[in-house]
């Protein structure tokens, strides 16, 4: 269990413990839902979202704006902005970051399908919501280069967290909120 991402030694202990101390049929249970999940979660045609059918249930909602597609890194970064409620689009997954040291390249990645259905649809905004490591820079400014011919591309600001101290931000982080910044209502 220590190969999980976020699980260490300790927590991989806790829930070696948990498991053993189930009973043989709430783990067959837990053994056969992680198969299940396996076997019958795949990638949206349409945005490479998780899903457990050919088209995600994002991408089906006709109540939500099919004319911007925010672009995010993986599905983690769908459900975290679907937590907040604020966005009303549909994604595009990437599946990832260009990367040449781990030998991520451009052909990796969704973007040509990204490039192919926005250039085919009336798209109005292409939001690059990707982390801003320096990977994450770079595969913003590659997919905005190809982008912008076709739409109108932004990119989500970056800036302090709520309840961070400016003495302790970065000077990136700093820089970032500043250009971010916007006028108040």
């Given at each position: 269990?220590?190969?999980?991402?976020g699980?260490?030694?300790?927590?991989?202990?806790r829930?070696?413990?948990?498991i053993?101390?189930?009973?043989?049929t709430?783990?067959q249970?837990?053994?056969?839902?992680?198969?299940?999940?396996?076997?019958?979660v795949?990638?949206?045609?349409?945005?490479f979202?998780?899903?457990?059918?050919s088209?995600?249930?994002?991408?089906?909602?006709?109540?939500r704006?099919s004319?911007?597609?925010?672009?995010?890194e993986?599905?983690?970064?769908?459900?975290?902005?679907e937590k907040t409620?604020?966005?009303?689009?549909?994604?595009?997954?990437?599946?990832?970051?260009?990367?040449?040291?781990?030998?991520?390249?451009?052909?990796q990645l969704?973007?040509?399908?990204?490039?192919?259905?926005?250039?085919?649809?009336?798209?109005?905004e292409?939001?690059?919501a990707?982390?801003?490591?320096i990977?994450?820079?770079?595969t913003?400014?590659?997919?905005?280069?190809?982008?912008?011919?076709?739409?109108?591309?932004t990119?989500?600001?970056?800036g302090?967290?709520?309840?961070?101290?400016?003495e302790?931000?970065d000077?990136?982080t700093?820089?970032?909120?500043?250009?971010?910044?916007?006028?108040?209502?």
């Open positions: 269990m220590q190969r999980l991402p699980v260490g030694p300790k927590t991989a202990q829930l070696a413990l948990h053993l101390k189930r009973s043989e709430e783990v249970t837990l053994a056969q839902a992680l198969i299940d999940a396996k076997q019958q795949g990638l949206c045609s349409v945005c979202h998780l899903s457990s059918e088209v995600c249930e994002i991408c089906r909602n006709t109540n704006d004319n911007t597609i925010c672009v995010v993986d599905s983690r970064d769908v459900i975290a902005l409620r604020e966005y009303s689009g549909k994604y595009h997954v990437l599946g990832g970051v260009i990367s040449p040291m781990d030998g991520i390249g451009p052909e969704t973007i040509q399908p990204l490039v192919r259905r926005v250039s085919q649809q009336s798209i109005k292409v939001i690059l990707i982390s801003p490591s990977e994450g820079e770079t913003t400014l590659y997919v905005g280069q190809l982008l912008k011919p076709f739409t109108r591309v990119r989500i600001a970056f302090l967290p709520v309840g961070g101290e400016l302790y931000a000077e990136v700093l820089a970032r909120a500043l250009e971010g910044r916007r006028e108040l209502d």
